[in-house]
């Protein structure tokens, strides 16, 4: 008698917290997705599983998830850093993101391209990275997305500048910038713009266009932000 009490509270346990999970999948207040790209590292790994939820505050600085709707570009849901909202001025200077006159970088932790020698591949090599994360200029250096605690005074690097404009930045605003020097732009009534974390790997805003309010779908809990 007593098993069956225990079993069925089990039961009824399963029963009402499977319940209230649908009900939360259902209105949004939990949500769930997986996250097969990089443009977000290193706060959200590649390949990993991310929590959102509507019920949250759409706070700017954080990363929150809206509806990809540039037809340009595949479709679907994308967890990026709410950078600027109506009335901003953003701009991207040597890589730096300035709003409203102010480097707001040292807030993330970020990933950014950099030119690096062989020896810093083979010192990254050890440290856990796997080679074909670095991609081959020459036979002696290479570029490699890191982030600030990655990079060491042991070895030589410097922020990979792409000299010519970026057609796809062209395309959308009809400028002739990059991702590493974007802007100045002031963000349109209604809009919002959104960056990766890992800055010369995101398929954003610089390239998507702004982001109308109502495509916000949730903000990241998991992992924090």
Not at 61 to 82: A, C, D, E, H, W
Not at 106 to 116: A, G, M, R, V
Not at 139 to 155: H, S
Request: proline share 4%.
């Amino acid at each position: 008698m007593f098993k069956k009490n225990i079993l069925k509270i089990i039961l009824i346990t399963i029963g009402v917290f499977g319940g209230l999970f649908i009900i939360a999948k259902l209105t949004g207040v939990l949500q769930y997705a997986f996250l097969p790209t990089g443009g977000s590292e290193p706060t959200i790994k590649r390949k990993s599983f991310i929590f959102f939820s509507n019920a949250l505050p759409y706070k700017k600085f954080k990363i929150l998830v809206y509806n990809q709707k540039n037809t340009n570009y595949q479709l679907g849901q994308y967890p990026q850093r709410l950078v600027a909202t109506e009335g901003d001025i953003l701009q991207i200077s040597e890589g730096k993101l300035i709003i409203n006159n102010e480097n707001v970088d040292h807030q993330f932790t970020l990933k950014k391209s950099y030119k690096i020698d062989r020896t810093f591949v083979n010192y990254l090599v050890e440290k856990g990275h796997r080679f074909d994360e670095f991609y081959a200029l020459d036979n002696m250096y290479f570029l490699a997305q890191l982030a600030d605690n990655e990079l060491t005074n042991d070895f030589a690097y410097e922020l990979f500048a792409i000299p010519e404009y970026d057609a796809g930045i062209r395309k959308q605003y009809g400028k002739k910038w990059t991702a590493n020097n974007f802007g100045p732009i002031k963000i349109p009534k209604g809009k919002l713009f959104f960056l990766g974390d890992n800055r010369n790997e995101s398929l954003d805003s610089r390239y998507l266009g702004f982001v109308d309010k109502n495509e916000v779908i949730g903000r990241v809990f998991i992992p924090k932000n």
